[in-house]
Every structure is written in C-alpha cells, then in structure tokens.
C-alpha cells in the first residue's frame, strides 16, 4: 500500500532556506518520524537499502499557479509538500506526528498547518486500471537523473554515475526497481526488462527542450548533484509494440507520479507530472 500526505501550511514571514528546499522538506519528515518513534528515524537514516520513501520540495501558490521552490520563497506564504511512504508501518507512524502537530520547523522559522490530506494507493489498482499507451509525455518537475554503475573497480565497490539524460529504459527501470520492492502485484518483471532493454520505448521529442541544473545540499560543502529538468515525450515503435508490455509502462509511470524517479527521490528529485499524448497541450513546456 502507498500512502500519500499533502502538507499545506501558511507563514506570514518570508522563507529562506540554506539550499534546496527538498532537503528541508526530508529534514522535516525525519522530525516527524523521530518524534514518534527514534528508534525508526535512525534505521531509515542509516540504511542502504531502497528507501521506502519519497518527498516533493515546498510548493507555493503563486499567480502563475503552483510552483517548487528552490531556495527562498516571499510573505505571506502558502505552501505545500508532498509525503509519500511505501510501507504500512511507516504511514501509521507518520499520520501519528503529522496528527499530534499545529506547526511546521523550517529552519528557523514556523508555519501553521491548514489541511492535511491523505490518500492511499493500491499497487494492484495500478495494473488494473492500465491501458496501452503508444505514446506519452513526462514532465520532468525537479532535477532527475539516473544511476550507473561505474566501470571495474568503481563497479565492485557499488560506486556510480550520474546520468542526467532522460533515458526511457533509465526511466522505466528505476521505476520497475521501487515496484519490485514494495509492490504485492506481481508481473513477468524479466521479460518486461527485455523488452525495455531491447528498445522497447523510445524518446520521440523534447517540445521546448530539456536543460541540466546543479543543485547543492549544502551552501559551504562542494556535494552537490545535477539532474535534467522539461517536457520529454516518448513513443512505443511499431515493430516493438506489446499491449501488455505497454499497459505495464502505464502502470509504472502512473506509480512513478506517486512515488518520484531516479536518484535522491528521498529530497524531491525526480518530481514527474506523467500524460497520455492525446492528454497533453501543445502549449505545454
């Protein structure tokens, strides 16, 4: 089961933060889970495994509409941020803070909570609800790239690259990697990798291009990472076409607005929007 939290909150001070705010959102999710429950705070910090978490960056209303915010944002401020967990245990233990709070910490500063929303998905609604598509859209909302292992001794020692380059089999196995883990609806996921390794997906355009940026975690350090950014549509050839091979890509990007793709999901890389082609504007970016 996948849970989804939407924090909204209202300050009436400006909010600036000391570097992306997808980092101060995964600092606040972190307080939350601590004040329940430490013990699980620590393990989900130290852990390698796949985190069975992900997080958007603040968004604002602003006259334009809804946008991210990377660093500072202006009074009065009304917000909002996205949690989503992918284990049972974690959703009890979030709704549990999330319940017990009046106010937000960003940095230095407090916001009051105005709606808490919470919505639960079924992995096997995913693929129930999946129909082949031959072509879509993702926007990419946030910075994403994707991980490659290094070559030879980098490779032993689990060192990678980042790739940002909106790859479509990337795309697909980062969010097929995350399905493996948490999902119970089961699929034939070795032929479906074939597929998609063999070219199964292709990119069949970039309508007002893609452009990289450098995003850094810290003002005084030097970590940093970079990831791609825009409207990327993509297309299942002719000669490669499989309706269920391409009602399973409807799956898994349906769950991939829900849980983040690529790298760093866990401070709101990877923030996708995911359209049908027939769905999409051309006015859109």
């Not at 292992?149 to 196995?173: F, I, M, N, T, V």
Request: net charge positive.
């Amino acid at each position: 089961m996948l849970t989804q939290f939407f924090l909204s909150f209202i300050s009436p001070e400006n909010l600036k933060f000391q570097s992306f705010s997808g980092y101060v959102t995964r600092g606040i999710f972190f307080d939350l889970i601590k004040s329940v429950d430490e013990a699980m705070a620590e393990k989900l910090h130290s852990s390698k495994d796949i985190s069975p978490y992900s997080l958007t960056p603040v968004e604002i209303f602003s006259s334009e509409g809804m946008k991210f915010v990377y660093k500072r944002c202006e009074a009065p401020v009304r917000g909002r941020f996205r949690i989503t967990v992918m284990r049972d245990d974690l959703s009890s233990i979030l709704k549990e803070a999330i319940m017990s709070r009046d106010l937000i910490n960003f940095v230095d500063k407090k916001a009051a909570i105005t709606e808490i929303s919470v919505r639960e998905f079924n992995f096997h609604d995913f693929l129930d609800n999946a129909k082949p598509v031959r072509k879509f859209s993702v926007l990419f909302r946030t910075p994403c790239y994707f991980r490659l292992l290094s070559a030879k001794e980098g490779r032993k020692k689990g060192q990678y690259r980042a790739y940002p380059l909106p790859d479509p089999a990337l795309l697909l196995r980062s969010a097929l990697r995350l399905w493996m883990k948490f999902s119970d609806a089961k699929f034939d996921y070795e032929k479906f990798l074939d597929w998609v390794n063999g070219g199964g997906v292709s990119i069949s355009g970039f309508p007002k291009g893609i452009r990289t940026v450098r995003v850094y975690e810290h003002p005084t350090t030097n970590k940093w990472n970079i990831g791609f950014m825009g409207r990327v549509h993509y297309s299942i050839p002719e000669d490669s076409y499989n309706p269920r091979f391409s009602s399973i890509v409807d799956a898994l990007m349906s769950f991939s607005e829900i849980s983040n793709v690529g790298g760093n999901r866990t401070a709101g890389f990877g923030v996708v929007e995911y359209r049908r082609i027939d769905q999409c504007s051309s006015s859109q970016g």
